[in-house]
C-alpha cells in the first residue's frame, strides 16, 4: 500500500477535573473523553526516502487565517510519523495532508487527533501491522489525547490524560458547538489556573455522571458536566460567559467550555433541539460558526488505502 486516508474524529471532555501542577510541568487529571462526529482527514503517501513532509487545508473559513498551524516538524502529526520511523526503526518517509475540519486552538483536541490518524496511516503505508494496542506508547508519547483518538467512544482518562481506559456507557449524544472567532492557548489557560488555584485537590469523577452514562439520560448527564479549567479560561476570554448563556437560556441541557476553550458545548435532547439551540447562537455576535454533531463515535479508522 503506497497511499491511505484514516479519518479521526474530535475530542470532547464530559467532565475535566485538573489537579495541582506536577513536578514535571504537567497537571494530574481526571477526564470522561467522548469521541464526536467532527473529523479531520489525514492523507499519508510513501516516500523512497526518510523525509516527511506535511500540507494543511482548512474547511473551516474563519479558522484559515487566523489559525497558526505549523507545516513543518513542529506539526503534531509530523512528530508522530517521526515518533513512529524511530520506534520501528523504518527507514520510508511519508507526505501527509491533512484536511483540517476539528477547530483549531478551540479545545477539542484536533492537533492530537492528527497525531492519532497520522500513526495509523503510516502503519498501513509502511506496512508495519501494528495494532492500535501496539501503537498506544507512542501516541502517549505525543500528547495526553492522543492515546483516546485512537480509539474513541466513551472513556475514563487518568494520569495527565494518556491513560485511557473504556467506560460503560449507552445512548447517542447530541452536541451543538459554538467556535470562537480566535483561538485559546492551552498553556495560557493552563498558565492561569496555576495563578488562580490555591489548594488543588486531586482531581475526581463524579458518580453521578457515569450513572448518567450508563443509563444513556442526556439530562442527567447534562446536570453533571463539568471543567475545572473554566475560571482560568473565561478570565483570559470573559467573552465566552455570554456565549455560555445564551445556550443555557435557549434550553441546553448542559453547557461547558470544551477543554481548555474557546469552543463551547451545548447537550441537546436531539437534533431539531440541536437546531433551536444553534439559532439561537448563530444570532450571537460573540459565536463565529455553529456546528451540530452527535457521540460517541469511533476513534481514527482507515477509510482508503
Given at each position: 500500500m503506497t497511499t491511505a486516508t484514516v479519518r479521526v474524529p474530535a475530542?470532547?471532555?464530559?467532565?475535566?477535573?485538573?489537579?495541582p501542577v506536577r513536578g514535571d510541568g504537567f497537571h494530574p487529571l481526571a477526564t470522561v473523553y467522548q469521541a464526536v462526529d467532527l473529523h479531520d482527514e489525514v492523507r499519508a503517501s510513501r516516500r523512497d526516502d526518510e523525509s516527511i513532509t506535511v500540507?494543511?487545508?482548512?474547511?473551516?473559513?474563519?479558522?484559515?487565517?487566523?489559525?497558526?498551524?505549523?507545516?513543518?516538524?513542529?506539526?503534531?502529526?509530523?512528530?508522530?510519523?517521526?515518533?513512529?520511523?524511530?520506534?520501528t526503526g523504518t527507514t520510508t518517509g511519508v507526505d501527509l495532508a491533512i484536511r483540517k475540519a476539528i477547530p483549531v486552538a478551540g479545545g477539542m483536541a484536533g492537533g492530537s487527533a492528527d497525531a492519532a490518524a497520522a500513526l495509523v496511516a503510516c502503519n498501513e503505508v509502511w506496512g508495519?501491522?501494528?495494532?492500535?494496542h501496539d501503537l498506544e506508547p507512542v501516541a502517549a508519547s505525543l500528547g495526553s489525547d492522543v492515546p483516546f483518538l485512537l480509539h474513541g467512544g466513551n472513556a475514563?482518562?487518568?494520569?495527565?490524560?494518556?491513560?485511557?481506559?473504556?467506560?460503560?456507557?449507552?445512548?447517542?449524544?447530541?452536541?451543538?458547538?459554538?467556535?470562537?472567532?480566535?483561538g485559546l492557548s492551552t498553556a495560557a489557560v493552563y498558565a492561569r489556573f496555576d495563578e488562580l488555584s490555591t489548594d488543588v485537590p486531586a482531581p475526581e469523577i463524579a458518580d453521578g455522571l457515569l450513572t448518567a452514562l450508563r443509563a444513556g439520560d442526556a439530562r442527567a448527564l447534562g446536570e453533571h458536566l463539568s471543567n475545572d479549567l473554566t475560571e482560568a479560561a473565561l478570565s483570559l476570554r470573559p467573552e465566552l460567559e455570554d456565549t455560555l448563556d445564551i445556550g443555557r437560556e435557549a434550553g441546553a441541557y448542559g453547557a461547558i467550555l470544551s477543554g481548555s476553550g474557546p469552543t463551547c458545548l451545548f447537550l441537546v435532547e436531539d437534533e431539531?433541539?440541536?437546531?433551536?439551540?444553534?439559532?439561537?447562537?448563530?444570532?450571537?455576535?460573540?459565536?463565529?460558526?455553529?456546528?451540530?454533531?452527535?457521540?460517541?463515535?469511533?476513534?481514527?479508522?482507515l477509510v482508503t488505502g
Amino acid at each position: 500500500m503506497t497511499t491511505a486516508t484514516v479519518r479521526v474524529p474530535a475530542k470532547i471532555n464530559l467532565c475535566l477535573g485538573v489537579g495541582p501542577v506536577r513536578g514535571d510541568g504537567f497537571h494530574p487529571l481526571a477526564t470522561v473523553y467522548q469521541a464526536v462526529d467532527l473529523h479531520d482527514e489525514v492523507r499519508a503517501s510513501r516516500r523512497d526516502d526518510e523525509s516527511i513532509t506535511v500540507a494543511m487545508h482548512s474547511e473551516l473559513d474563519v479558522w484559515a487565517e487566523a489559525a497558526d498551524v505549523p507545516e513543518d516538524e513542529d506539526n503534531l502529526a509530523v512528530r508522530a510519523a517521526r515518533a513512529l520511523q524511530r520506534a520501528t526503526g523504518t527507514t520510508t518517509g511519508v507526505d501527509l495532508a491533512i484536511r483540517k475540519a476539528i477547530p483549531v486552538a478551540g479545545g477539542m483536541a484536533g492537533g492530537s487527533a492528527d497525531a492519532a490518524a497520522a500513526l495509523v496511516a503510516c502503519n498501513e503505508v509502511w506496512g508495519l501491522g501494528l495494532s492500535k494496542h501496539d501503537l498506544e506508547p507512542v501516541a502517549a508519547s505525543l500528547g495526553s489525547d492522543v492515546p483516546f483518538l485512537l480509539h474513541g467512544g466513551n472513556a475514563v482518562g487518568g494520569g495527565r490524560g494518556e491513560t485511557v481506559s473504556p467506560v460503560l456507557a449507552r445512548g447517542r449524544y447530541h452536541w451543538v458547538f459554538a467556535t470562537a472567532a480566535e483561538g485559546l492557548s492551552t498553556a495560557a489557560v493552563y498558565a492561569r489556573f496555576d495563578e488562580l488555584s490555591t489548594d488543588v485537590p486531586a482531581p475526581e469523577i463524579a458518580d453521578g455522571l457515569l450513572t448518567a452514562l450508563r443509563a444513556g439520560d442526556a439530562r442527567a448527564l447534562g446536570e453533571h458536566l463539568s471543567n475545572d479549567l473554566t475560571e482560568a479560561a473565561l478570565s483570559l476570554r470573559p467573552e465566552l460567559e455570554d456565549t455560555l448563556d445564551i445556550g443555557r437560556e435557549a434550553g441546553a441541557y448542559g453547557a461547558i467550555l470544551s477543554g481548555s476553550g474557546p469552543t463551547c458545548l451545548f447537550l441537546v435532547e436531539d437534533e431539531q433541539h440541536g437546531l433551536d439551540v444553534a439559532i439561537a447562537l448563530g444570532s450571537a455576535s460573540t459565536c463565529a460558526d455553529v456546528i451540530q454533531s452527535t457521540g460517541p463515535v469511533p476513534g481514527a479508522r482507515l477509510v482508503t488505502g
